[in-house]
Each structure stands twice: as structure tokens, then as C-alpha cells.
């Protein structure tokens, strides 16, 4: 098989990388070429193998040769690249190829934050001096297949091709290990990275003092104002919920605290504040998944023989868009949550009162929905074109309110896509995601 020739980390100055800044972000280029940095204000490009720790609780990591990341505090090849990129918690730093992931893994759950592609996207917080001990990954941590795959001798298949060490994955949070094992083997040929362009502390001692860079210093505060658009939505949105909680309190209605924390986190992927998820459709950005879904397909790989591969990845929600997300109640992700009560429920029992919720939320519209703008659009636009769905196996459908998961691919033809193109295998509607999963779309373009 193919080797890969590049190093993972080298020491450039600003003209050895100009050209891939300005094909990731034009703007951020021009600023720093009318600076016309020294020499002394060296970059570090570093390529980060698929899943590979970029930070981790506030600590920068850099890949080794040996598919995996250290601290960069105790990298040991090169002193010059720790003492140079190690100014910060975390360096400021310019996604050039691929994308990251930002989240939270808690007991064996993850809360995605943020994603972000190319441009500036890496140590804005921590340049100002805040620290938040979140992790980041190359390419995407939150990725689910839907069919199984934890039947033992397809996974021993892939054992024995791909390396893989992990055991057959039996739940859907350790997907991810073994798509990254897969995606890192000898056996792989292209390889996935994702290139990120540190900047050294050069760079930021004269964006902080020197007045000749005071346009990129406005920049990155621009940047340092957009990754708050979570708290800044979250901030609206608690005084629209402060408002409704009251209501149902007057009106003695009473809902499970876990329920009404899902319709608020749901309501959060409404106006863009946080992903949710969608189906890979052959765009690698946030990983190889076409590669991985084909080796699942092949029967000299997984050998998936019913089933299509598909694969959920994150991707936000807006209003102004084609395409629906969706959100598992299989894997909550809500940060902001009561305890349970001591009470068992089903999932079909917290559907039915998360729609119930969601009715009286969209009737209990007041002025303050008018008033509030989410980016560029008012509250109010985006709460009454909201077309939410439910979904369970086929048999728990209940009528009009929980539909079978059979119909999903009817009303998303992404469901359907295989990068094989077989078109005997089948959308796994069976799938532990789909058991009581809600759809988000637009009434502009659901159907």
C-alpha cells in the first residue's frame, strides 16, 4: 500500500502557506499579506490523521508517526515546535483542509458543540484568555452507523484486514473508535487528514501590540464575536423559555423535567445554536465516510447484506434550508439537564409528551418572538415555518403523531444513498438511532 510522504508537522513562514489561507479564507489572507509578516513569524502546519486529538481539556495535542496525538508539552522531536505554539492553553489556529469537531465526552456521551471547516477556528477563546474543557477532534466525533455492526465474524473480518483492535461495537457511542481504527490502517490508502496552520507566538505578541496589525487583531475579535453566537442564542432563548415555563406553571400543566430539557435543546438545533445530525452523502469534510461505508458494504470488509451503510454525522439547522436533521432520543445530547425522575417512561411515552409540549410552546407565542433576531432572522419566522416529525419502528407508528421509520427515506432522499450504489440493499429503519427520533425541517420545503 501507499506510504504517506508529508510530514505531520513542519515549521513554514507565512509565504510557504499563503496560497492554502487564501483558498480556505481569502479575507483572513489579504489582511496578513498587506502585514507581509517576517520570517520570524513562523507557522506551524500540522496534519492530523482521522480522530486524532487536537485539544483535550484545554491541552493542545500533535500526531505522531504512530497514528495518535501527545501532548504538546511533552513532544520531544522538536523543542522549538513547544516552546512556539504553546503561548496559549491553545495557539491560534487556521483550519485549512477538512474540519474539527468542538465537545463534551461524559460517561460514554457525546455533546457535540460546535463544527467548524476552513478559516480561523482554533484558540479564539483562549487567546482572550478563557478556558472551556471541551475536546476537539480531526473530523467529526459524532458519527453513528444506523444498520448494526456487532455481529462477531463480519468484525472479525475487519479485525483481520484493517487492524482494527476494538471489539465489536454494541453500542452506538463506540461507532467512532472503530471507523478511526479502519480510516488509520496500513490497508487504507488515501489517507484523511485534517491541516490546521498554528500560528506562533511571534504572531501573537504583534497582534496584541503592534499597531501595523491592528486589522488582523480586528479579525480575530470578529471571529471571537462568532463563536459566541451559542451563548448569545442561548441568552434569547432562555428568556423566551423563562416566559413559557411561567405559563405552564399558571396553568397547572406538568410535564417529565426531561422532556421539557429535550424540547429546549431541540429548540436550540432550530435557530443553529448547537448540531444535530445528518446522513453522509459522499462528502469527506468531516472524515473518510464514503471509504468507511464502502468497506462496510464489501463483503471482503463488514459485508453489510441487507442493509445500506449509512452514516450520521452533524450538521446544523436552517430554516432557509432543503435538507432536514435529526436528533435521537437514543443519544441525548442535552448539556442542561434535571435529573430523571425515579418514574419509568418509554421513549414512545416522552414522544408523545414531547409533542404534546411542542404544541403548547408553538401556541404560547408572545411579542417577545417578533422582537428577537437569531443571525440574521426574527424568532418568530423560524418557530412558525418549524415542521417537526417523530419516528419509531414500524411497529410502534401510532397514528399521526409517532410515524414508522420506513417512511423517513420517502421524505429524505439522503437516507437512501449508498456509495456502492446497490440497489438491493435497504435503509436500515430498524436502526437503535431511529427508535424514537425526531425529525426538523422547514415547512418552506418539507414535504
Not at 133 to 143: D, E, M, N, V
Amino acid at each position: 500500500m501507499l506510504k504517506e510522504k508529508q510530514p505531520l508537522i513542519e515549521e513554514l513562514t507565512w509565504q510557504d502557506v499563503r496560497d492554502a489561507v487564501a483558498n480556505s479564507c481569502k479575507d483572513l489572507a489579504n489582511i496578513i499579506d498587506d502585514i507581509s509578516p517576517s520570517k520570524e513569524h513562523t507557522v506551524f502546519k500540522v496534519r492530523y490523521p482521522f480522530g486524532m486529538k487536537i485539544s483535550d481539556k484545554t491541552s493542545l495535542y500533535l500526531p505522531t508517526s504512530l497514528n495518535t496525538s501527545i501532548l504538546a508539552t511533552d513532544y520531544e522531536n522538536d523543542n522549538n515546535i513547544k516552546n512556539k505554539i504553546t503561548y496559549n492553553l491553545l495557539p491560534l489556529g487556521i483550519i485549512v483542509k477538512n474540519t474539527i469537531e468542538f465537545f463534551f465526552d461524559i460517561h460514554r456521551k457525546v455533546f457535540s458543540l460546535a463544527t467548524f471547516g476552513k478559516g480561523l477556528g482554533i484558540g479564539i477563546w483562549e487567546y482572550y484568555g478563557w478556558s472551556t474543557p471541551y475536546s476537539i477532534t480531526s473530523g467529526a466525533r459524532s458519527l453513528y452507523m444506523l444498520p448494526k455492526i456487532s455481529e462477531a465474524l463480519s468484525h472479525k473480518q475487519l479485525k483481520k484486514k484493517f487492524d482494527v483492535i476494538q471489539a465489536p461495537p454494541k453500542h452506538l457511542y463506540d461507532h467512532w473508535q472503530v471507523f478511526t481504527q479502519i480510516a488509520n490502517s496500513n490497508e487504507v490508502s488515501t489517507k484523511w487528514f485534517c491541516e490546521v496552520i498554528f500560528l506562533s507566538a511571534k504572531w501573537a505578541e504583534s497582534i496584541k501590540k503592534d499597531p501595523a496589525w491592528l486589522k488582523l487583531a480586528f479579525y480575530v475579535s470578529q471571529k471571537g464575536w462568532q463563536h459566541s453566537g451559542y451563548e448569545r442564542k442561548k441568552a434569547s432563548l432562555d428568556i423566551v423559555w423563562e416566559v413559557f415555563v411561567r405559563s405552564l406553571s399558571n396553568n397547572d400543566l406538568k410535564f417529565d423535567p426531561y422532556v421539557v430539557d429535550t424540547l429546549k435543546h431541540i429548540l436550540y438545533i432550530s435557530v443553529g445554536a448547537i448540531p444535530a445530525s445528518g446522513p453522509s452523502i459522499g462528502e469527506d469534510e468531516v472524515g473518510p465516510l464514503k471509504n468507511i461505508q464502502k468497506i462496510y458494504e464489501d463483503p471482503s470488509g463488514y459485508g453489510l447484506e441487507e442493509y445500506i451503510a449509512t452514516i450520521m454525522q452533524p450538521e446544523y439547522f436552517s430554516i432557509t434550508k432543503t435538507t432536514p436533521v435529526y436528533y435521537s432520543l437514543q443519544l441525548p445530547t442535552l448539556l442542561e439537564s434535571l435529573p430523571r425522575t425515579k418514574k419509568v417512561t418509554s421513549v414512545i411515552d416522552n414522544v408523545r409528551e414531547l409533542s404534546e409540549l411542542l404544541n403548547c410552546f408553538l401556541s404560547n407565542n408572545t411579542d417577545l418572538w417578533s422582537k428577537l433576531i437569531m443571525g440574521d432572522t426574527m424568532l418568530n419566522d423560524i418557530l412558525s415555518n418549524l415542521q417537526v416529525d417523530y419516528f419509531h419502528g414500524d411497529m410502534f407508528a401510532y397514528g399521526d403523531i409517532i410515524k414508522s421509520s420506513l417512511k423517513m427515506p420517502e421524505l429524505d432522499s439522503r437516507l437512501k444513498y449508498s456509495p456502492t450504489g446497490d440497489k438491493k440493499k435497504i435503509f436500515a429503519s430498524n436502526s437503535s438511532f431511529l427508535r424514537g427520533c425526531v425529525r426538523i425541517a422547514s415547512k418552506k420545503v418539507a414535504t
